[in-house]
C-alpha cells in the first residue's frame, strides 16, 4: 500500500498540467473560471485541440481512439482537466453513446458515428428523460412503431441538455407496446434534422436556457440506426448509466473553486478587513477543504477497485461519490453567495455581452455568476439520479436493507 | 402575551389575502413583470385605496396609524404573492426614516402623497465598498450657503429606478465608517446632477446604481444631519418587514412542496409515500414555524427603543430567517426534482426571492457575527 | 396581537423566581446546575416545599389541588423552574398517572392517591413499555389474568425510571387475550411491596442506573386497582401521552445550560485565552441561542393555542417542540464537550462523594459530569416517541401525507 | 498509487483479525476488564508472541521493521475489538518517542523488552493547563550535577497506572507555551519522589494523575533537551494511529446498526424496512467511509518530514474523524433505541471509545480552527 503517486504517475500529472496550460484558450479559461457559459464554438475548438493529441476519447478502447491509460492516469487527467479550469469533453457523445456504440453498435453505426463524437463533428444529445417519469426513467412512454424499414417515433423528451446544439439524439423508445415496463424498450439513434422535431427551452432559475423538451411527431428513422437488439434498449440503457460514473465526484472542479473562493475573498473585505481574515470565514472553507480531500480520497479507492472489477458493473459505492461531490459541490456556491453578499442581487442577462452588450457591471467584475451559479447547482442532487436515490442504492446494494 | 390580532388587524389581513388571492396568481404576475417597470401601476393604485400605503404613519399625518404588526400582516401577505410593486422601498424604507427623521412639515407634505399613491421613495444608501455596513458612507454633503450640495456614487438602490424621491446618506462630517455626521435628504429623482443606471435583480425586482454629481440640496430638504441612528432603527424595522415577507415566501414553497409530493406518482405512487421525503417535507416544516416565531419575535422587538436590545433580536431574526430560507427553499427545490429548477413553477421564484432577502441589510452570516459579539440573547 | 408578557405576567415571574431563589435548597441548587442527579431525599424535599406553597401540582384542576392559573403562567412556572433550576415534580405521579386517575378513576382512587402525590408521599413509576416493544407501544404481552377478585399479573416492563425507589407503578396490562392489539389492554395500579415483583437496574452509558427491568411473576392486584373500564386502558393510555407533552421542549433547562456554558467558557483558557473569546466559540453559542429564542416563541404559540382547545387532545404542532427541544438540548451537551476538553476522559463513579469519597477531582471540579451529561442526553430524540416517531407524526397529522 | 496490502501486511492483517474474533468477543472483553489493571495481562503476552511489540522499531533493535501502514493496520483491528491493553502507549506514544529521540543506547536497551512484554511506557505529558497545547510545560528539569532533577505535576497521562516507565517532558529551558526548551526524560514509575493516582476513563481505559516531586534523572536517562519537534512528529503519528483505531470503532457500530436494522421488528416489520432509518444508515456509512479515507491519508502523511505539512494533513484527518465519529455513534445509538444507551451492548462501548478519541490530541473543532489557521489543503 502507498498512497501517493509513483513518480511516473507525477511525470504524467505534470505533462498534462503543462498541456492544458499552453493548449486551453484563454478566453475560454476566463469563461470556465467566471461560471460562465461556455459556447457551442468554444467546446468544438476544445475538443478539437484534445481530439488532435488523442484526449478526446481517452477512457475509450484503444481500437476507437483511446489511450489506454490506467484508471489512476485516467483520474490524474480528468482532475488536472477540471482544474484547468477546461470544459469537459461533451459527455453525452464521449460517455454516453460512444461507448454503447462500440460495445453494442454494428460495424456501419462504429465506423460512422465513431470518429465524429471524438472529433465533435456531431454534436449529442441524450433522449432518456420524459415529463413525469424523474427516477423512474422506465416508465417512459415514447414510441417507436415500425412502418417498412423504418421506425414512426412519437412522444416527447425532457431535460435534454445543449439540445439546441444538436446534430444527434440519442434515445429510448417502446418497440413492444404490450411487454412489460423494462422490456419492449430500444435504444435509437436519431438525426435532429429529421422532420418532426421540435424543440423547446426550458429557462431555469439561473436564467438559462441549457435545457429543452424535445417532441416527436411522427418522425421516421431507418431501422438501422437502432443499437443493438429490438426491445433490449434498457439493457443499454443500464450500461450506459453504469459508465456516467466516470468524474461524477467533480472533484477537480470543487478544487478550482475553493481556489477561487479564497482568491476572491481576498479581494473581498467587510467593514474594511479582506474577508480571508476572518477566522470564522476561513474555518467554513477549511471544513469543506477537509471534505473535499476525504471525497478525493474516497474517489481513489473506488477507481483503484474499478480496475479489480468487471467492465461495465457500476460500483455502488460510487454513490458515495455522487453524494458528497454534489453536497460539496453545493456548499462551495452558498461560499461563493456569503463572499459577493449584497453583489449578488444584479441580474445580468446570459450573453449580454455578447450581444455587445458593454456596460460596466454592478458591483465586482465577478460577481452576476455567483447567484445564477448557486441556484443552478441545485440540480447536482438531482440529475444523474437524485440523492435519495443513490441513498436509495447504497441501502440495498451496499447495506443489505 | 397574546398572539390574536385585533379586529381592525384581522379586517387589514383579509383585505390583503384576498387581494392576494384575486389579484397575483402566478400568471397575472407574469404579465405585472413584463410591464417597463417591473410592475403594475393599477396594483399601486389598489394599494392606496386599500389604505395599505398609509400604514405606518401616524393618522395626524394622514396615516393609518398601524405599527409593526399591521407592516408585518402586509409583507407576510406580500411575500405570499411574490409582490413586485416597490412597497418595501417606498413604506417601510422611506416611510420609515421619514417618521423618525422627518420633520412635521415634511410629513405634512409626503405622508399624503405617499398614502395617496403618488409619491413612491426609494433609499440611496448602500456604496459599492459598504457591503453590510450601515455606517460606510463616502457620499459627501458640503456645504454651499444655505444648501448642501451632494456627490458620490451609490449603489443596489432598491427600486431607485422607479421612485419619484430617493433618500440619499451623505457624510457632512467625518470619514468613511465614522458613526457620525452622516446627513439624510431628499432628492427628487429627476434632479439635476441625479444620473441613475437602471437593472433588474435575480428575483425580478427592480434597483439602480445612482450617481450624485453636484446635486444641490435646500436646507428644507435636509432630514437630519446625524442619521446613523434613524437609518440603523430603520433598518432593523426592514429587517422585521423582510422576515414576515420570508415567512410568506416559506409558507408558499412548504405548501407547494406538500402538495407536489401528494399528486406526483412515480413507481406506481405518490412521492409522498416515500418516508424520506416526508421527513424532509417535516424538517422544513420545523424551520417554516422557527422563522415564522422568529419573525414575530423581529416584528415585536422593532418597536424596541433601546437600540442594542433591539439589533440583537434583528440579528437573532435574520439568522433565523436566512437558515430557514436554505431549508426550506433547498428542500423544495430538492422534493420538486428537475420541475423546481425550471421558471414555469412558482417554486423557483420563492427561492429567489427568499434567497434574496437573505443578502439583504446582512446575511446570516453577517447577523450570527454580530450576535456572537453582542453578548447573550438569554437574558 | 402582543407578544410580551403582561404586566401581572411580569410579576407573577418575579414572583416565582423570588420563591425559587429563598426556598430551593442551595446544595439541590448546585446538584442540578452541576448535572448531578439529585437524590430522592432531594426530591421529596423539594416537592414539600413546592406543595406547601401549593404548587406542586400546579396544572390540576383546582378542587384536587392545583392553582388554577392561565397556560401562560404555567409555562413561565416551568420555565422559572428549570432556570432556577429546581428538579421538576416527579413526572409520574404529577403530570402521568395523577391526571389519569382525577380524570377516569374512582372516587377512592382520587382520595387515596391524589394528595399523597401531590406530597410525594407515594412514588410512582411507569409501567408501559416492555422488551421489543419500543415505539410500538401498543405490542405489549404483560397479562393480567382474572382470579377471583384479584388480576394476576405475569409480564415485563423495561426503562421504567426510578423503579428503585418507588412504591407504585401503573402499568398496562393485557386483560382481553382474544382482543385486537389495541383492545384488551387495562390500565393497573400496582403496589411496588406486592409478592413478585423484581426490580433489576439497567445501567446506561452515562454509568448511571436510573432505569430498570420490572419482572411480574403471579403478581396478584385487586380488581379494584384497575382504573376505569376493563379493557379501555389504550384509551387512558393515549390521554396521559397527550399530557405528556407539557414542558417537553425543555426551553428553560437549555436557557440555564447555556448560561453555564457561558460562565465555564470564561473560565476555561486555550492557549492562554478564555475560549468565550474565540469567535467561532460564540458564534456557536449564539447560534443556538437563536434556535432556542425561536423555540421558546414557537412553544409559547403552543401554549397559546392550547388554552383554546378541547382539553386533552394533543397539538400535533408539540412534536416540533419535541424535535427541536431534543436537538437543542443535545447540542448544548456537544458545546460542553468542547469547553472540558481532555478533562471529558476521567471517569467518577456516580455518588462516590456521599460515599465518602472525598479526593480532589481530576482537572476542573465540575469536569466529571460534562461527558456521562452528554451520553445521557442521547435519550432525549428517543424516548417519549423518537424523533423519527415524531416526525412521523407531523407528517401525517399536520402535513397530510 | 496502490492501495493493495504487501504479503507481509496481509499476514499481519490476518493475524491480528484472528486475534480480535477468538480472544475478543464482548463477553470475553469484559471479564480482562475486570482486571485490577483493566486488561488481561495475558494478551499482551500474546501480542509479544504475535510481533504486535515490536512493529514500529528497526529490525536492528530487533524490531518488526514496520511503518505507519502496519501500525493502521493494527490499530483499526484493535478499534474493532475494543482492545483494553495499552498498546497506544507502550509501542505508538512511547515507542514513537524512543524511535525519534532515543540515542542506540536508549534503543538497543528498551525495544528488546518492549518487544518481549517486559516494558511498558506511558507518556506524561499533559499539565492541568495546557488542554490540548504541546508547548503548554511547567513541569521543570533543573540540572543538580550531571542529573536533572523533575518537578511537577502530570496529568491524564494515558496508562500511567501500568506503565513500568514513564517519559515525562519537562522545560530544561523557557517559559510555559516556549517552543524551545522542553525536555523528555525517561523515570521508572516507582522512582522516589513519583506519586500516581489512578483512576478508570469513560471508556474503561486508565489513566494517572502523576506528581513529580525532587524526581533524579541521570543523563544516561535524558532523551533529548529539545523535544517539541519530535513531540509533535510523535503526536501526530499518534493521531493516525487513533484515527486508524475510530475507523475500527466506526465499522464497528455501523455494521452492529445495520445487523440491528434487519432483526429488530416493529409495528410487524424490520425497522429497517423504513426509509428514513435507512436512509440514516447510508449517512452513516458515508461517514464513514470518509473517515475510513481520511484515516488512509493521515497513515500516509504521518510520514511526512516536513512538518507544515504533516501537521495539516494530520489535523484534517482529526477533523474528519471527529465528525464522521459524531455521525456514525450518535447515528448508531438513535437507530438502536433505548437498547443502544445500555451497557449491555456493545455499541455503547464502541460510541464512548470514539467520542474520547475526540478529546485526545484536541478535538475537531480544535483542529479545525488549526487547520484554517495554516492555510489552505488544496495544493
Redesign the interface.
Known sequence: ??????DE?LKFRDDVRAFFKDNLPPAIREKMKEGRHTSKDDLVQWTRILNKKGWAVSHWPKDYGGTGWTP?QQYIFLDELQQAPAPSPLPFGVSMVGPVIYTFGSDAQKKQFLPRIANLDDWWCQGF?EP?????LA?LKTTAKRDGDHYVINGQK??TTLAQHADWIFLLARTDMAAKKQEGISFILVNMKTPGITVRP????DGGAEVNEVFFDDVRVPLENRVGEENKGWDYAKFLLGNERVGIARVGVS?ER??RI?ELASA?????RPLIE???F??K???V??????????Q??VV??EAKRAKGKPDP?SS?LK??GSEIQ?VTT?LL??V?????????QEHEEEKGWN?PP??PDWASTI??T???T??V???GG???IQ??I??KA???? | MDFDFTEEQRLLKESVDRFIADRYEFEQRKSFAKNESGFAPENWKQFADLGLLAIPFAEEHGGFGGGPIETMIVMEAFGRGLVLEPYFSTVVLGGGLLRHAGSDAHKSELIAKIASGDLRLAFAHGERQSRYDLADVETRAKKSGANYVLEGEKSLVLNGDSADMLIVSARVAGDARDRKGIGLFLVDSNAKGVSRRFYPTQDGLRAAEISLSGVEVPAGRVLTEDGLPIIERVADEAIAALAAEAVGAMTEMHALTVDYLKTRKQFGVAIGAFQALQHRAVDMFVALEQARSMAMFATMMSAEDDAETRSRAISAAKVQIGRSAKIVGQGAIQLHGGVGMTMELKVGHYFKRATMIDVMFGDADYHLARLAEAGSLVA
Open positions: 500500500m502507498d498512497l501517493r503517486f509513483t504517475e489512476v428523460s413525469g417519469a424523474g427516477s423512474d416508465s425532457t431535460w426550458i429557462v431555469t432559475i478544487k475553493l481556489r479564497r473581498t473585505t467587510d467593514h474594511g476572518l477566522p470564522r476561513r474555518e472553507l477549511a471544513a477543504e477537509v471534505e473535499l480531500k476525504a471525497l478525493e480520497m474516497t481513489l479507492r483503484a477497485a459505492a458515495i453524494i458528497k453545493q452558498e453567495m456569503e459577493v453578499g449584497p453583489y449578488a442581487l444584479p441580474y445580468r456596460e454592478i458591483g447567484a445564477p448557486y441556484f443552478n441545485r440540480k442532487s438531482i440529475y437524485s440523492n435519495e441513498k436509495n447504497i441501502a451496499i447495506l443489505g436493507l
